[in-house]
C-alpha cells in the first residue's frame, strides 16, 4: 500500500523548487514531491495523477498563485491548497484563504523549514473534516430514513410525554384516528384511547415498571367510533436526558374480524352434523369433527396421522379409485355412495364428498371428506322401492282377480239365469224340474259364498273383525264339520278322515268356534277341491298351552316357492289354478287373518304331486267346569 504524501508544488524558480523540496526531504521520506513550472504541466498533472495535497508559489511566470488556487478548486475540489509566498502581502494571504487556501507559508528559509508541519497540519484538518462530513451525512441518512419509515408507516406512532402529552404523531396515526395533526398536538392519550378498556391501566403501570410493554386495546376512532388495535409502548430518552414514551398502534379491526370468521368457521366444522374429516394434500388425516368420531367410533388419537379408507387402495375398485384421483388432482368435487365400516365391524352407508382445497397458485393442499349416514335415508328409498313394487304386484293382482271374480260370479249367475229361464217351460217334468232347481240352489249357494268372502276379506281390511269367545266343544265342532262333508262328497277315490284328538270324551275350550269352523272348512274345502284320490284328513294334537290343528291331502301338492305367498290376498299357487280349480284366492289370507286374530300360526307343509299339510294352532284355552 502507498503510504507516501503525494505533493503537487508549482514555482518556476528552480532553487525555490529545490529549496522546498529539501525541507520536505530532510524532514520524512514520506513525501512525494512532483514538480510543475507552468501553467500546463499544472493542469496536466491535475487531469492525470492523484495528489494528497498542492504548494503553490504566489508569483509566477505569467499566473498567480491565486489562478492555481482556482485551477486546483475546479478540478479536484478537495485537494487542499498552501500558498508558499515571497512577495505576497498579509491582505493576499487572507484573500487566498478567503478563496479556500488551507494555509499560507511565507518563502523565507525559517519558514520553509516549518513547511512539513504546516503540511501535516493542513492534511489532519482535511482528514477531520472528511471524518464530519461522513458523520454528518451518515446523520442525514439516518434521519431521512427514520422521517420516511415514520411518514410511511402503516403502524400509527406516537410521541408522548410520560404523562401522556403528544408531541408528535405521523400521518397514518391521522387517518387511521381520523384526526388532524393539530387536534393531536392538543390532546393527551386518554383522548384517543378507550380509558374504560381496563387493559388500559395495566399497559401504563407495565410499561412504568419495565420501560416497554404490549396488549391489545380499543381505541377511539373520529368522535364516536371506536377499533381494536395492538399497543406497542417503550420509555426513552430525548437528547435532554427528559423521558419519553414512544407508542405503536396497529389496527386489527381486519384480524379481529378474520379471527372471529374463523372461529365461527371452525365451531361450523366442528358442530356439524355430517361427519367432516381434513387432510393434507397426501390424504393424511388432520382433523376430524366430533360427529365423525361418534359415528365412525374411533378417537381423535386414533384417526390424526392416518389415511381415511376411502383413499386406501383396495376399498374402491382400482378403475373407480384412479377415476377419482384424477378428478381429485384436477381439483374437482368427486361425490359417491359408499358402504363404510365402523370401529365395531358394522357396516353402513354413505354419501361421500370429497373436495380439494386449492392455494393461490392452484395447488392443492387439503382434502376436505363430508361424509353423510345415508342408512336410513337408503333403507326409506329401499322399502319405497318394494312399497312400489308390492303396489304393481297388487295391481296387477288385482286386474287378475277381477277377471277370476267375474268368472266365479258369471258362472253360477249364468247358471241361474238359464235355469229359472228353462223352469218358464210348461212342458218339462217333474224330475227335471227338480234337476233346474236343484242347480240353481247350488250355483246361489257358490255364489253366495263368493260374496261371503268378499266381504269378509273388506271386514278384515277395514279392521272390523271381532272376536266374540264362548264355551266350543271342540270335538262335536268338528265332527259337524266332518258329517257335512261326508255328505256332500261326491268324490269315491277320496277318503274323508277326522282325527280326534280324544275320541270318548269332550273337549270344552275357550275360543270363537265361527271363526274356528271357517278356518277348518276353509282348509278342507281346499283340500278336496285339489285332491283326486287318496284322502283327506283333518284333526288336532294338544302340546302343552297349544292346540295344533292340521288338514293333510294327497292332492297336487304345492310348490316350496309358493308356500308364504299363497296365505297373500288374491295369490294362487299357479296361475292355471282358476281356470281348473276355480277360487278367489282369497280363502287361505281370510284363515290366516283368522288364525292370527285367535292368537295363533298358519303354515304348511307340501310336496308336488304327494300332498299337502295345513297347520295351525290356537292357545289352548280350557273352558273350567266347576
Ligand atoms: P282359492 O279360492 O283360490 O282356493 P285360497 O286362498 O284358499 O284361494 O288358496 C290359494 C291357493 O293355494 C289356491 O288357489 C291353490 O293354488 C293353493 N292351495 C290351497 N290349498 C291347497 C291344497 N290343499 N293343495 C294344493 N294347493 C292348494
Given at each position: 500500500?502507498?503510504?507516501?504524501?503525494?505533493?503537487?508544488?508549482?514555482?518556476?524558480?528552480?532553487?525555490?523548487?529545490?529549496?522546498?523540496?529539501?525541507?520536505?526531504?530532510?524532514?520524512?521520506?514520506?513525501?512525494?514531491?512532483?514538480?510543475?513550472?507552468?501553467?500546463?504541466?499544472?493542469?496536466?498533472?491535475?487531469?492525470?495523477?492523484?495528489?494528497?495535497?498542492?504548494?503553490?508559489?504566489?508569483?509566477?511566470?505569467?499566473?498567480?498563485?491565486?489562478?492555481?488556487?482556482?485551477?486546483?478548486?475546479?478540478?479536484?475540489?478537495?485537494?487542499?491548497?498552501?500558498?508558499?509566498?515571497?512577495?505576497?502581502?498579509?491582505?493576499?494571504?487572507?484573500?487566498?484563504?478567503?478563496?479556500?487556501?488551507?494555509?499560507?507559508?511565507?518563502?523565507?528559509?525559517?519558514?520553509?523549514?516549518?513547511?512539513?508541519?504546516?503540511?501535516?497540519?493542513?492534511?489532519?484538518?482535511?482528514?477531520?473534516?472528511?471524518?464530519?462530513?461522513?458523520?454528518?451525512?451518515?446523520?442525514?441518512?439516518?434521519?431521512?430514513?427514520?422521517?420516511?419509515?415514520?411518514?410511511?408507516?402503516?403502524?400509527a406512532?406516537?410521541?408522548?410525554?410520560?404523562?401522556?402529552?403528544?408531541?408528535?404523531?405521523?400521518?397514518?396515526a391521522c387517518r387511521l384516528f381520523e384526526k388532524?395533526?393539530?387536534?393531536f398536538?392538543?390532546?393527551?392519550?386518554?383522548?384517543f384511547?378507550?380509558?374504560?378498556?381496563?387493559?388500559?391501566?395495566?399497559?401504563?403501570?407495565?410499561?412504568?415498571?419495565?420501560?416497554?410493554?404490549?396488549?391489545?386495546?380499543?381505541f377511539k376512532k373520529g368522535?364516536?367510533?371506536?377499533?381494536?388495535?395492538?399497543?406497542?409502548?417503550?420509555?426513552?430518552?430525548?437528547?435532554?436526558?427528559?423521558?419519553?414514551?414512544?407508542?405503536?398502534?396497529?389496527?386489527?379491526?381486519?384480524?379481529?374480524?378474520?379471527?372471529?370468521?374463523?372461529?365461527?368457521?371452525?365451531?361450523?366444522?366442528?358442530?356439524?352434523?355430517?361427519?367432516?374429516?381434513?387432510?393434507?394434500?397426501?390424504?393424511?388425516?388432520?382433523?376430524?369433527?366430533?360427529?365423525?368420531?361418534?359415528?365412525?367410533?374411533?378417537?381423535?388419537?386414533?384417526?390424526?396421522?392416518?389415511?381415511?379408507?376411502?383413499?386406501?387402495?383396495?376399498?374402491?375398485?382400482?378403475?373407480?379409485?384412479?377415476?377419482?384421483?384424477?378428478?381429485?388432482?384436477?381439483?374437482?368435487?368427486?361425490?359417491?355412495?359408499?358402504?363404510?365400516?365402523?370401529?365395531?365391524?358394522?357396516?353402513?352407508?354413505?354419501?361421500?364428498?370429497?373436495?380439494?382445497?386449492?392455494?393461490?397458485?392452484?395447488?392443492?393442499?387439503?382434502?376436505?371428506?363430508?361424509?353423510?349416514?345415508?342408512?336410513?335415508?337408503?333403507?326409506?328409498?329401499?322399502?319405497?322401492?318394494?312399497?312400489?313394487?308390492?303396489?304393481?304386484?297388487?295391481?296387477?293382482?288385482?286386474?287378475?282377480?277381477?277377471?277370476?271374480?267375474?268368472?266365479?260370479?258369471?258362472?253360477?249367475?249364468?247358471?241361474?239365469?238359464?235355469?229359472?229361464?228353462?223352469?218358464?217351460?210348461?212342458?218339462?217334468?217333474?224330475?227335471?224340474?227338480?234337476?233346474?232347481?236343484?242347480?240353481?240352489?247350488?250355483?246361489?249357494?257358490?255364489?253366495?259364498?263368493?260374496?261371503?268372502?268378499?266381504?269378509?276379506?273388506?271386514?278384515?281390511?277395514?279392521?272390523?273383525?271381532?272376536?266374540?269367545?264362548?264355551?266350543?266343544?271342540?270335538?262335536?265342532?268338528?265332527?259337524?264339520?266332518?258329517?257335512?262333508?261326508?255328505?256332500?262328497?261326491?268324490?269315491?277315490?277320496?277318503?274323508?278322515?277326522?282325527?280326534?284328538?280324544?275320541?270318548?270324551?269332550?273337549?270344552?275350550?275357550?275360543?270363537?268356534?265361527?271363526?274356528?269352523?271357517?278356518?277348518?272348512?276353509?282348509?278342507?274345502?281346499?283340500?278336496?277341491?285339489?285332491?283326486?284320490?287318496?284322502?283327506?284328513?283333518?284333526?288336532?294334537?294338544?302340546?302343552?298351552?297349544?292346540?295344533?290343528?292340521?288338514?293333510?291331502?294327497?292332492?297336487?301338492?304345492?310348490?316350496?316357492?309358493?308356500?308364504?305367498?299363497?296365505?297373500?290376498?288374491?295369490?294362487?299357487?299357479?296361475?292355471?289354478?282358476?281356470?281348473?280349480?276355480?277360487?278367489?284366492?282369497?280363502?287361505?289370507?281370510?284363515?290366516?287373518?283368522?288364525?292370527?286374530?285367535?292368537?295363533?300360526?298358519?303354515?304348511?307343509?307340501?310336496?308336488?304331486?304327494?300332498?299337502?299339510?295345513?297347520?295351525?294352532?290356537?292357545?289352548?284355552?280350557?273352558?273350567?267346569?266347576?
Amino acid at each position: 500500500m502507498d503510504l507516501k504524501i503525494r505533493i503537487l508544488h508549482i514555482d518556476d524558480n528552480a532553487l525555490d523548487r529545490q529549496l522546498v523540496r529539501d525541507a520536505l526531504m530532510r524532514e520524512s521520506d514520506t513525501y512525494e514531491v512532483i514538480s510543475v513550472d507552468n501553467r500546463i504541466l499544472l493542469e496536466k498533472a491535475l487531469s492525470e495523477e492523484n495528489f494528497d495535497l498542492v504548494l503553490t508559489d504566489f508569483d509566477i511566470l505569467g499566473f498567480s498563485g491565486l489562478q492555481v488556487l482556482q485551477i486546483v478548486k475546479d478540478k479536484k475540489p478537495d485537494v487542499p491548497v498552501i500558498l508558499i509566498t515571497g512577495t505576497g502581502t498579509e491582505e493576499i494571504a487572507i484573500e487566498a484563504m478567503k478563496m479556500g487556501a488551507s494555509d499560507y507559508v511565507l518563502k523565507s528559509a525559517k519558514c520553509i523549514h516549518g513547511l512539513p508541519h504546516i503540511i501535516n497540519k493542513v492534511l489532519d484538518n482535511k482528514r477531520a473534516q472528511e471524518e464530519r462530513n461522513k458523520a454528518l451525512s451518515a446523520l442525514k441518512e439516518n434521519e431521512a430514513l427514520y422521517r420516511t419509515l415514520f411518514e410511511n408507516s402503516r403502524l400509527a406512532i406516537f410521541l408522548l410525554t410520560m404523562d401522556g402529552k403528544v408531541l408528535s404523531v405521523n400521518p397514518y396515526a391521522c387517518r387511521l384516528f381520523e384526526k388532524t395533526e393539530e387536534e393531536f398536538l392538543k390532546s393527551t392519550r386518554e383522548d384517543f384511547v378507550e380509558t374504560k378498556d381496563q387493559r388500559f391501566q395495566t399497559i401504563i403501570e407495565e410499561k412504568l415498571k419495565t420501560g416497554h410493554a404490549e396488549g391489545e386495546l380499543i381505541f377511539k376512532k373520529g368522535k364516536y367510533k371506536h377499533f381494536p388495535g395492538e399497543i406497542d409502548t417503550t420509555i426513552f430518552k430525548n437528547n435532554d436526558g427528559i423521558d419519553q414514551t414512544i407508542l405503536f398502534i396497529r389496527d386489527i379491526t381486519e384480524k379481529k374480524l378474520a379471527e372471529k370468521k374463523l372461529y365461527t368457521l371452525n365451531k361450523a366444522i366442528e358442530q356439524s352434523p355430517t361427519s367432516t374429516v381434513i387432510t393434507d394434500n397426501k390424504g393424511v388425516i388432520e382433523f376430524v369433527n366430533d360427529k365423525f368420531t361418534s359415528t365412525m367410533q374411533y378417537s381423535l388419537d386414533e384417526v390424526i396421522g392416518k389415511r381415511p379408507r376411502i383413499f386406501n387402495q383396495g376399498h374402491l375398485p382400482d378403475k373407480e379409485f384412479y377415476a377419482m384421483l384424477k378428478t381429485l388432482e384436477e381439483g374437482r368435487i368427486w361425490q359417491k355412495e359408499t358402504q363404510n365400516r365402523k370401529k365395531d365391524g358394522s357396516m353402513f352407508w354413505e354419501n361421500v364428498v370429497i373436495s380439494p382445497l386449492l392455494d393461490d397458485e392452484g395447488a392443492i393442499t387439503n382434502y376436505i371428506i363430508i361424509m353423510d349416514d345415508i342408512t336410513e335415508k337408503k333403507k326409506l328409498f329401499d322399502d319405497l322401492v318394494i312399497a312400489k313394487e308390492q303396489a304393481e304386484e297388487s295391481d296387477r293382482l288385482k286386474t287378475a282377480f277381477l277377471h277370476n271374480i267375474s268368472h266365479e260370479i258369471r258362472t253360477p249367475m249364468n247358471s241361474i239365469i238359464g235355469f229359472a229361464g228353462l223352469l218358464n217351460d210348461p212342458d218339462i217334468e217333474k224330475g227335471e224340474k227338480d234337476q233346474f232347481t236343484e242347480a240353481i240352489v247350488q250355483s246361489s249357494n257358490q255364489l253366495l259364498s263368493i260374496i261371503t268372502e268378499l266381504i269378509e276379506i273388506a271386514t278384515i281390511e277395514t279392521g272390523q273383525v271381532r272376536i266374540t269367545e264362548s264355551k266350543v266343544e271342540l270335538n262335536t265342532t268338528l265332527k259337524l264339520i266332518y258329517n257335512q262333508f261326508q255328505l256332500n262328497n261326491k268324490n269315491p277315490n277320496v277318503k274323508l278322515i277326522l282325527n280326534l284328538f280324544q275320541t270318548d270324551k269332550e273337549l270344552l275350550i275357550i275360543t270363537d268356534s265361527t271363526k274356528l269352523s271357517e278356518i277348518i272348512v276353509n282348509l278342507v274345502e281346499n283340500a278336496l277341491k285339489f285332491t283326486a284320490k287318496g284322502f283327506v284328513e283333518f284333526g288336532y294334537t294338544i302340546d302343552k298351552n297349544n292346540l295344533m290343528f292340521y288338514v293333510a291331502d294327497t292332492g297336487i301338492g304345492i310348490p316350496p316357492e309358493m308356500h308364504e305367498v299363497i296365505f297373500k290376498r288374491f295369490h294362487q299357487a299357479s296361475v292355471s289354478t282358476s281356470s281348473v280349480y276355480g277360487g278367489s284366492g282369497l280363502g287361505l289370507s281370510i284363515s290366516k287373518a283368522y288364525v292370527e286374530l285367535l292368537g295363533g300360526k298358519i303354515w304348511l307343509k307340501s310336496e308336488l304331486g304327494t300332498g299337502t299339510t295345513f297347520y295351525f294352532t290356537l292357545p289352548y284355552k280350557r273352558y273350567l267346569t266347576d
